[in-house]
Structures are given as structure tokens and as C-alpha cells.
């Protein structure tokens, strides 16, 4: 393994650890403050510093909107940031003690997400194999947010809106990352800072519009200032420094590997929530093994597929 591979895996484990202890860290932040308070703070934070690399890097032309698909760009902000950040940690606080484990188990589920989301946008529709390794995939889930008692999670409505938040919060974040497609000629940081300060207009708006309506209370100094040390995680770690991570160690090993890093993201919650006193079952254990290897075996058959289609390639001449 040489060195620049050896880097490339250490970005990426970087990154989900940052992003696997963020959800622990939410469990704490969410005592004091809503979830809406907190992301609009959070990633006014993260914006900043987003704006300030952007500028040192592209200099004034990379926010230049004149002649792009700002609209688009907005629409993809808004489902990453106020979409992401609005309904999983709104899911997260619903679920109560064990929120950060479902939570994290959910982050986990993203790339068979993906798998679903390109073949409604880009009509590529997943090979047959690939839809047993999702189901496998959702299987884990359920027993990772049932706790085995499937029953009593139907007849709860809490729990069940709890967890549809969090499925939908995972399903805008996989938007926002396919739409990084539809943006060719800009550069990953130009990406995630126009869609951040775009998506912060929405962010913003959905904050105050609950405010105003006494949905939400307006944030308090001293909730602010409890919660900074969680802010500044959330916004530098998990957001700044773990993106620009996941961004250069997928451009090392390729995003077909860097996805299997994506079960260090529920690994990392179970450990962190375990040392604070939060102890996942055996049961949610299993649920979470059972994800994991739905996501090793997926990507295992992506290769295996992806050298087939090769190799007919190859044998036909002009196959695309």
C-alpha cells in the first residue's frame, strides 16, 4: 500500500469518526437548544469558513452566479442543510435516549440510498442483486430502531415520525450529494460553500417563520453559550473538517471505497454513546452488523459487476 493511498484512507477515517461522534454530541446540545437554533447557528459558522477557503483558493470569480444554475444550486443547499440538519436531529431529539444510535444507523443507509436515488434521476437502474443487498440493509435498520419490539415502535407515533424524519433528513443529504453531479465545472469547495450560503437563505427563513409563529423560542445567550462547545464541533469538525476530508480521501481511493467508510459513522456513535452511559442492546448490535454487511457485500458486487461489464466491453467492440 503506498503512501498516497495510506493518506486517502486516513481522510476518510477523519471524517466519519468526526461525523459518527457528532450525533452523541447532538444528544448533549439538544437539552438546551432546538435543533432549527441550532443548525441555522451552526452552519452560519461553517458558511463563513466555507466563504473565507473558497476565497483564498478561487479568489472573487468562484462566487460569481452570473450565467449558473443558482436555482438549482439553492434547491440542492436547502435539501442538505435545512433539509439534513433540520430533520435528523429534530428525528434525533424525538427518539429520545437512544436517538443518536438510530440516527447514525440511518447515515449508514445513505449509499443504498444513493444506489435508489440515481436510478429515479439518471434512469440507471441498480442491478437485481442490488436490490436484495437494500433490503438487507433496511432489515438492519429495523432492528436497530425497533430494539426487536416492532410492535410497540407501529404503535408508538412518536417513534414513527421520529424515524421517518430520519430516513427523510438521510434522503436530502443523498440529494445533495447527487447534486454535486449537476455542477461539473465547479470545484468541491465552490459546491459546498454556494449551496451552504445558498441553502442558508432557506435555513434562515424556516428559523425565523418558527420564531415569529411561537413554534420555537428565539436563542438565549446563555443557551448559546452552553452549547458553543458543540457548536464549534458540529460546524468546524463535523462540518468543515470532516467534508474537506471526505472530499480529498474519496479522490484518493475513489468513492467505491471510500463508501465502505460509512460504517465507521454508526461505530463510532455506538462507542461514543456507550461511554457516556447510552449501552446499545444485542439486538441493535446485530441490526447494525446486519447493515454494515449489507454495505461491504454491495460494494463487493459493484466490483464484481463493474468487471463483468468490462470485460463484455471488451469482447464487443463499440458496447458502451
Same mark, same amino acid.
Not at 207 to 236: E, Q, R
Not at 247 to 258: F, H, R, S
Given at each position: ?134 433490503? *438487507?440493509?433496511?432489515?438492519?435498520? =429495523? ?5 426487536? @419490539? &416492532?410492535?410497540?415502535? %407501529?404503535?408508538? +407515533?412518536? #417513534? ?73 464541533? *458540529?460546524?468546524?469538525?463535523?462540518? =468543515? ?5 471526505? @472530499? &480529498?480521501?474519496?479522490? %484518493?481511493?475513489? +468513492?467505491? #471505497? ?63
Amino acid at each position: 500500500m503506498n503512501n498516497r493511498y495510506s493518506k486517502g484512507i486516513i481522510y476518510c477515517l477523519l471524517a466519519t469518526i468526526s461525523w459518527g461522534a457528532m450525533f452523541p454530541v447532538m444528544t448533549d446540545a439538544l437539552q438546551y437548544m432546538d435543533p432549527f437554533n441550532f443548525t441555522t447557528i451552526r452552519y452560519s459558522i461553517a458558511g463563513l469558513a466555507f466563504a473565507i477557503i473558497l476565497a483564498s483558493r478561487e479568489g472573487i470569480d468562484g462566487f460569481t452566479l452570473k450565467g449558473e444554475r443558482w436555482v438549482l444550486a439553492w434547491l440542492f443547499g436547502t435539501l442538505g442543510f435545512a433539509g439534513f440538519g433540520f430533520l435528523v436531529f429534530l428525528g434525533q431529539r424525538m427518539a429520545g435516549a437512544s436517538g443518536a444510535l438510530t440516527a447514525s444507523i440511518m447515515m449508514a443507509t445513505m449509499p443504498m440510498l444513493g444506489l435508489l436515488t440515481v436510478w429515479l434521476l439518471k434512469k440507471n437502474r441498480p442491478h437485481v442483486s442490488t436490490f436484495g443487498f437494500i433490503l *438487507m440493509s433496511f432489515a438492519g435498520v =429495523l432492528m436497530v430502531i425497533t430494539n426487536g @419490539n &416492532i410492535e410497540e415502535v %407501529i404503535n408508538s +407515533p412518536l #417513534n414513527m415520525t421520529a424515524n421517518l424524519l430520519l430516513i427523510t433528513g438521510a434522503l436530502c443529504w443523498v440529494l445533495y450529494t447527487v447534486g454535486g453531479s449537476y455542477f461539473p465545472d465547479w470545484s468541491p469547495v465552490r459546491y459546498t460553500t454556494m449551496t451552504t450560503l445558498l441553502g442558508m437563505i432557506s435555513v434562515i427563513a424556516i428559523d425565523i417563520i418558527l420564531i415569529f409563529n411561537g413554534k420555537i423560542a428565539a436563542p438565549t445567550l446563555p443557551a448559546i453559550s452552553i452549547v458553543t462547545p458543540h457548536l464549534l464541533y *458540529m460546524a468546524l469538525v463535523a462540518g =468543515l473538517l470532516a467534508v474537506l476530508c471526505w @472530499n &480529498i480521501g474519496n479522490k %484518493i481511493i475513489t +468513492p467505491t #471505497n471510500g463508501v465502505l467508510f460509512m460504517d465507521i459513522v454508526p461505530v463510532t456513535a455506538f462507542i461514543v454513546s456507550a461511554l457516556s452511559g447510552v449501552v446499545p442492546s444485542t439486538i441493535q448490535l446485530g441490526g447494525a452488523g446486519i447493515t454494515a454487511s449489507a454495505l461491504i457485500l454491495n460494494n463487493l458486487n459493484q466490483r464484481k459487476l463493474a468487471k463483468a461489464k468490462l470485460s463484455l466491453n471488451k469482447m464487443v467492440p463499440g458496447q458502451s
